[in-house]
């Protein structure tokens, strides 16, 4: 069974600080993988996508991809408490228009 | 652009009657939509995908003479949640691809259904 393992947290850091957030998955086939961020009460929304090996940045945000270890992370510098949210990791491992397998998500919170 | 919406937002209703749920892509057109469910501090679990044109793929455990989909158009899908019972209380999540080609998946707002 392709699974998406995160985990839970909370994950706490001071406002400022950088957090560090990880994924693994269990299908080395998978190709795409994705973080979402869900406030609480809202759906997710689609903050990182990363489809090859390294690193991909994006304003504070920067998405590191490590197929051979089955790896994916996320770091968001200069944590701000508005960041504070669950994030949610999601692969594709089949082809694209196929459904996303997310893992449960790790709940960060950023003090002032 | 990929704009998603969702109406209604919020629902309540009565054991035994039935929801309906519509999910649009407003600035686009999706041939593939997502429908996913999540109680309260789990994860979403995926219920089906959506094709236009065609009947939708149900995942394992999902009711699907319960939970009903229709993919009419290129832009709409509906969820219709028949003889709701408390336990199907829950926030439905739709989500779709932009191109048939693409990875990317945006999701709709939510709605968040209750049932007394």
């Known amino acids: 069974q392709k699974e998406v393992e995160q985990n839970s947290g909370p994950l706490s850091v001071p406002e400022g600080a950088i957090a560090s957030l990880n994924c693994t998955y269990s299908?080395?086939?998978?190709?795409?993988f994705f973080w979402y961020r869900q406030y609480s009460g809202k759906s997710p929304e689609l903050i990182m996508s990363i489809y090859s090996n390294g690193d991909k940045e994006d304003g504070r945000f920067t998405a590191q991809l490590n197929k051979a270890s089955q790896y994916v992370s996320l770091l968001i510098r200069d944590s701000q408490p508005s960041d504070s949210a669950t994030y949610l990791c999601?692969?594709?491992?089949?082809?694209?228009?196929?459904?996303?397998?997310f893992g449960k998500g790790t709940t960060l919170s950023v003090s002032s | 652009g990929a704009v998603v919406s969702q109406h209604p937002s919020w629902v309540i209703c009565k054991s035994g009657t039935s929801v309906k749920i519509e999910c649009r892509s407003l600035?686009?057109?999706?041939?593939?939509m997502f429908w996913y469910r999540q109680f309260p501090k789990q994860s979403l679990m995926l219920m089906a995908t959506s094709n236009e044109g065609s009947k939708a793929t149900y995942e394992q455990g999902v009711e699907k003479d319960k939970f009903l989909i229709n993919h009419a158009s290129l832009t709409l899908s509906t969820l219709t949640v028949t003889s709701a019972h408390p336990e199907d209380s829950s926030f439905y999540i739709c989500s779709a691809t932009v191109q048939p080609d693409s990875y990317e998946q945006y999701f709709g707002p939510g709605t968040r259904l209750t049932v007394t």
């Open positions: 299908d080395r086939g998978s190709q795409s």
């Open positions: 999601a692969v594709n491992p089949l082809e694209a228009g196929t459904a996303l397998i």
């Open positions: 600035d686009f057109q999706a041939t593939t």
